[in-house]
């Protein structure tokens, strides 16, 4: 009886030795998977996701890696290039009226005004245009401020001012948004380029008062070549800085990723260089530069004169097609 | 002077959250509803490769936060610590964008950008208000730096995972640390 339990064992233990020495073979050779293999950092680098108890936004990414060259693009570059855009550009013009003088109106007024706009196209231009100047100058002071304003002023000054800046550039967006819409929409079919647009070009639309230049009055239609470029412009960077905007504005309906809100920022400064810089421009021209040229966007009518003066095949059509209006 | 930063040793973090809610109930004046200055991660859950990290405001010397925020209102101790202003802060969530670390958090996400003062870790080092003022109590919480004492995540870390203080003795610390565990396989990366 004894005896017998002895055999069993005995084949029992060399049985299990066996299954054991096999299962030692087997992965033997065969490196077993270290839990880091040092792949922690790389993996947190690259962007890796994981569990955590954290609602946070964001919070279950250890860490967000992007092109840090965005910092210094924001702050050396664009920075300075939309204080450029705005000052810079005011200072060339006034430097270019001393010298160059004004456009003035050959023969002076008329006094017949001619329609031009109607008080739907002046009042969408005044919607788009008055939040525009808002949002530059806000716009500067949330990009640059800090650089060029914050050092002079007390800190509790600054506060409120910024912040005051943020309240309006929040809320002008919209209704620059629904005057850009409507501007470009409604306005487009006057603005498509034409062959005499690039003669107008190459005389910098007879503004230039000396030189090879003077006195002369290349062919415009309803928009001549410059008021196209603007058009243009802003119908392009309006969509750019309209979106990018949107995406900052309402984080809660969008939900961008950080490094999009980054890009929307970037964008959204490179498109306010551009208008900003076209709006001066602009708003010099319409001003100061072109005699009798602000009545457009106040009353709708131009004085004949203008009219025949700087967009005479414009003038010359209306009078031939019969829709040539004068204020009564 | 010192340069204040925070390491965690992820061979050691065992993801009890004990730093979270330290920190949590170190400066709970401060933290209204939803925000969460300390979270841990734990990446590969449940797989070969996991590993857990506590994350927070690394107070970098070269702080992100501060170059896109456009108030202005962070600024460096002589501890080399980033903290900011939150009179200042205009809540437009820059910081939120450039930080890699999300460490900046907003106590609403509305229309408008209206999101409200940013909160983020002091390192338990208050703010610009005096020192253990109420102001800086109701506004950043504690400031135990003031008192010479660490963070309180840190301090209370039971697996002495998250390190804080200066930069020099906590690497100190975790290469002797690294030297003693002897394989390549036990260094952070």
Redesign the interface.
């Given at each position: 009886m004894n005896n017998w339990f002895k055999q069993i064992g005995l084949t029992l233990v060399l049985m299990f030795s066996a299954i054991g020495l096999a299962q030692a073979g087997s992965s033997q050779g065969a490196e077993q998977?270290?839990?880091?293999?040092?792949?922690?950092?790389?993996?947190?680098k690259a962007g890796?996701?994981?569990?955590?108890?954290?609602?946070?936004?964001?919070?279950?990414?250890?860490?967000?890696?992007?092109d840090?060259r965005?910092?210094?693009l924001?702050?050396d570059l664009l920075a300075p290039a939309l204080t450029a855009a705005l000052f810079g550009m005011i200072i060339i013009f006034v430097l270019f009226i001393k010298v160059n003088g004004i456009s003035k109106l050959h023969g002076g007024f008329s006094g017949k005004l001619v329609y031009r706009w109607s008080k739907f196209d002046v009042s969408i231009h005044w919607l788009g245009a008055i939040p525009c100047l808002l949002l530059i100058l806000t716009g500067l002071?949330?990009?640059a401020?800090?650089f060029f304003f914050?050092p002079y002023i007390g800190?509790?000054l600054?506060?409120g001012f910024?912040?005051a800046a943020?309240q309006v550039h929040?809320?002008m967006a919209i209704p620059f948004m629904l005057g850009w819409a409507l501007m470009t929409t409604l306005w487009a079919k006057n603005q498509l380029p034409k062959m005499y647009d690039l003669k107008w070009m190459m005389v910098v639309g007879g503004y230039i008062n000396f030189g090879p230049f003077k006195g002369k009055h290349p062919d415009a239609g309803f928009a001549n070549a410059g008021e196209k470029l603007w058009f243009w412009a802003f119908a392009v960077f309006g969509l750019v800085i309209s979106a990018s905007g949107m995406l900052?504005?309402?984080?809660?309906?969008f939900e961008p990723s950080?490094?999009l809100?980054?890009i929307a920022?970037v964008l959204h400064s490179v498109s306010a260089i551009i208008i900003t810089a076209f709006s001066i421009v602009h708003i010099f021209m319409a001003t100061v530069m072109s005699e009798g040229g602000m009545e457009c966007m106040v009353s709708g009518y131009c004085d004949e004169t203008w009219a025949s003066q700087h967009h005479n095949l414009w003038f010359d059509e209306i009078k031939e097609n019969g829709t040539l209006k004068y204020k009564d | 002077m010192a340069t204040m930063k925070f390491l965690c040793d992820?061979?050691r973090c065992i993801e009890c959250?004990g730093c979270?809610t330290a920190c949590k109930n170190e400066n709970d004046s401060a933290l209204e509803w939803?925000?969460?200055r300390r979270?841990?991660?734990?990446?590969?859950?449940g797989q070969?490769?996991?590993?857990s990290?506590s994350?927070a405001c690394m107070h970098c010397t070269d702080a992100?936060c501060q170059?896109?925020?456009?108030?202005?209102?962070f600024y460096k101790t002589e501890d080399g610590l980033t903290l900011h202003?939150k009179?200042?802060c205009?809540?437009?969530?820059?910081c939120?964008?450039?930080?890699?670390?999300?460490a900046p958090?907003?106590p609403k996400?509305?229309?408008?950008?209206s999101r409200g003062k940013m909160d983020k870790c002091t390192f338990c080092a208050g703010g610009p208000e005096e020192n253990h003022s109420d102001a800086e109590r109701q506004k950043y919480g504690s400031n135990r730096i003031a008192e010479g004492k660490l963070p309180m995540c840190a301090e209370l870390c039971a697996t002495k995972s998250l390190l804080a203080g200066d930069a020099e003795i906590i690497s100190s610390i975790y290469r002797e640390r690294v030297a003693y565990r002897g394989s390549?396989?036990a260094?952070?990366?």
């Open positions: 998977p270290v839990a880091t293999d040092g792949q922690i950092w790389s993996q947190l890796a996701t994981g569990v955590t108890t954290s609602h946070g936004e964001f919070h279950n990414q250890p860490i967000n890696t992007y840090l965005v910092l210094e924001r702050s002071t949330l990009l401020g800090r914050q800190e509790g600054w506060a910024v912040y943020k929040d809320f900052l504005l309402f984080p809660n309906l950080r490094t809100s980054l920022l | 992820t061979k959250n979270v939803g925000i969460q979270r841990v991660v734990t990446i590969n859950d070969p490769g996991e590993a990290i994350v992100p170059a896109v925020c456009p108030a202005n209102c202003n009179d200042t205009i809540g437009c969530g820059y939120l964008y450039a930080c890699p670390f999300g958090q907003f996400k509305g229309a408008f950008g390549k396989n260094i952070w990366g």
